[in-house]
């Protein structure tokens, strides 16, 4: 994969509220700089400040921890502070094209840059729109911890649908009908990015990293396993602590079949005597139950 200098640099030149928004991570603006924290602190133990037209931040408690919004979007979405050509691909295609095309070089930062959203309401039924979308993706009627809701981005209402993670936050996946179509992919994080836990009635643990892989499990399982949903491999040593919190007799890993999922699944494995990764043979377990429905029919 090949990427240019200039591409890069207008990457890089993005504010760094736009990553932290993206992400649900709390920070606060201050003179000539931004504070946010990546664990769960009550002080806020990041700073970022603007050098020239880029942002670069730093960790005060993992001196590993540092770079520019590159490097903060890698960590975040993959657990890994280092650069990649991959993130900045992706990070065209969130933050500069369709719905983000507003973003601009800036060479400062007030409040008024900090996006604002926030959930309204949790719907009563899903909208046609949204069923029609879940039902090609073969996860309709879906388990009840998926919600259709109303959310504020911005002071503009809109539709989605989403899930609860422990801390209280949302992961809401956008269901206007840019998204439904295809032509947009993204996820928000209302409150902080942390792990989601659908409770079963067994002592089995599926862990697996988004809200239709989970949805993809209760229609393949046989029984009612609990699930782990990281929402983003950078959550899985929360996801370890928990297990070995509640002591699962069985834990499956079936994260994505991509490089960051491999490795989640591998450091996760180290951590976890009795874990067990599964092979599926597919991207995602999303796309695995789709080929399987496709076999069955």
Not at 68 to 85: E, R
Not at 89 to 98: A, N, S, Y
Not at 101 to 106: E, F, G, R, V
Not at 126 to 136: A, R
């Amino acid at each position: 994969m090949i990427i240019s200098r200039s591409e890069i640099e207008a990457v890089k030149e993005m504010p760094i509220t736009d990553v932290l928004d993206y992400f649900g991570i709390p920070y606060k603006v201050q003179p000539n700089r931004v504070v946010f924290s990546l664990r769960n602190e009550k002080n806020p133990s990041c700073s970022a400040v603007l050098r020239g037209s880029f942002w670069v931040w730093r960790d005060f408690g993992d001196d590993n921890l540092r770079g520019s919004v590159i490097d903060l979007f890698n960590y975040l979405k993959y657990g890994s502070c280092s650069f990649s050509v991959e993130a900045v691909k992706e990070m065209q295609e969130i933050f500069l094209k369709g719905d983000n095309t507003q973003t601009t070089k800036t060479s400062s930062l007030s409040v008024e840059n900090k996006c604002s959203v926030k959930v309204v309401a949790v719907m009563d039924r899903f909208l046609d729109k949204q069923i029609e979308y879940l039902k090609k993706r073969c996860v309709y009627p879906p388990d009840p911890h998926l919600k259709p809701v109303i959310y504020e981005l911005n002071g503009k209402k809109r539709y989605g649908i989403g899930i609860e993670a422990i801390s209280g936050g949302w992961v809401i996946r956008q269901t206007i009908d840019k998204a439904i179509s295809g032509e947009a992919n993204r996820y928000l994080f209302i409150g902080c990015a942390d792990i989601s836990y659908w409770l079963g009635i067994n002592d089995k643990v599926v862990v697996v990293e988004g809200m239709f892989d989970a949805l993809s499990v209760r229609k393949l399982e046989k029984e009612r396993n609990n699930i782990i949903i990281l929402n983003s491999t950078a959550n899985w040593r929360k996801a370890v602590e928990l297990i070995k919190e509640e002591r699962f007799k069985e834990v499956i890993l079936a994260l994505d079949m991509d490089k960051a999922g491999i490795e989640t699944a591998l450091k996760m494995k180290k951590e976890l005597d009795n874990a067990k990764v599964w092979k599926y043979g597919a991207k995602d377990l999303n796309e695995y139950l789709i080929k399987s429905s496709s076999f069955v029919h």
